[in-house]
């Protein structure tokens, strides 16, 4: 066998690879957009108060058996973000992306878009405050708000 040979063999199945994954791909995304279609018609907005979040894998105990059944194998290994929160006078495990997980505040009241036992969005609050910033985050705000304010005293002096 020549290079050539080997070369006509390695971009075949680099070819049928890559097919596949478009494949597949094409299959995802099917699914995503039905899911999303599911969430925007049943979304409804709650107020509720939020007891505790976690991060963990999601069991019989802590979901709803029929809830836990219909969920993928592959969901099931994976940890997900679990709150527990009382809507009215029942206590629920809720589910939720980890952009809301991470602006969610505990022990507190929040009004939320649910669909089903997932939290879709936080409503009636400034979230861009609420997250838990890193420290180089802190650092960078800390340094813009000491530049911006030594611009206006600089021009306040000038006038």
């Not at 994954?21 to 509720?48: E, G, H």
Request: charged share 25%; aromatic share 6%; hydrophobic share 40%.
């Amino acid at each position: 066998m020549t290079f050539f040979d080997v070369l006509i063999i390695v971009l075949i199945v680099v070819g049928i690879v890559l097919a596949g994954l478009y494949y597949l791909n094409r299959k995802n995304m099917r699914r995503v957009i039905q899911a999303q279609d599911f969430i925007d018609q049943n979304r409804t907005t709650m107020q509720i108060f939020i007891i505790d979040k976690k991060q963990e894998k999601p069991t019989a105990t802590n979901l709803p058996k029929g809830v836990y059944e219909q969920m993928p194998k592959s969901a099931r290994l994976r940890k997900a973000n679990l709150i527990r929160a009382k809507i009215g006078p029942q206590i629920m495990t809720l589910m939720c992306d980890k952009p809301v997980y991470d602006v969610l505040p505990v022990k507190k009241s929040v009004k939320v878009d649910l669909a089903g036992i997932y939290i879709v969005s936080i409503t009636g609050m400034n979230l861009a405050d609420k997250k838990n910033k890193t420290f180089s985050e802190k650092i960078s705000a800390k340094m813009s708000s000491m530049v911006s304010g030594k611009e206006d005293a600089n021009t306040k002096q000038k006038k």
